[in-house]
Nanobody, 119 residues
């Protein structure tokens, strides 16, 4: 089992910055990819940034150039540095982990952390 815990959310003014952290425990070493998603009321959860299984990164178009995903393997932690925040970045941010075992994909989610950007 994999346990993901996010931290670092909060209230920030437009133009400001926040850094989210996601600490993975349990069988975190077996994860094939980790990333960040966000969700606002009434909308589907959407990809923000992720490490791909091949070791690359992928970003939503809306955050390219402003957000950076990074990781610390020694700490089993993934970060999301968010700069130049906009009101539309407001939402609950979820850490995601994916594990593929014998062709079967398993998704793991953290509890989410609220990010509110005031305009």
């Amino acid at each position: 089992q994999v346990h993901l815990v996010e931290s670092g959310g909060g209230l920030v003014q437009a133009g400001g910055s926040l850094r989210l952290s996601c600490a993975a425990s349990g069988s975190a070493f077996s994860l094939n990819a980790m990333g960040w998603y966000r969700q606002v009321p009434g909308k589907q959860r959407e990809l923000v940034a992720t490490f791909t299984a091949g070791g690359g990164t992928k970003y939503a178009d809306s955050v390219k150039g402003r957000f950076t995903i990074s990781g610390d393997n020694a700490k089993n932690t993934v970060y999301l540095q968010m700069n130049s925040l906009k009101a539309e970045d407001t939402g609950v941010y979820y850490c995601n982990g994916i594990r593929v075992t014998s062709g079967v994909l398993a998704n793991y989610w953290g509890q989410g952390t609220q990010v509110t950007v005031s305009s």
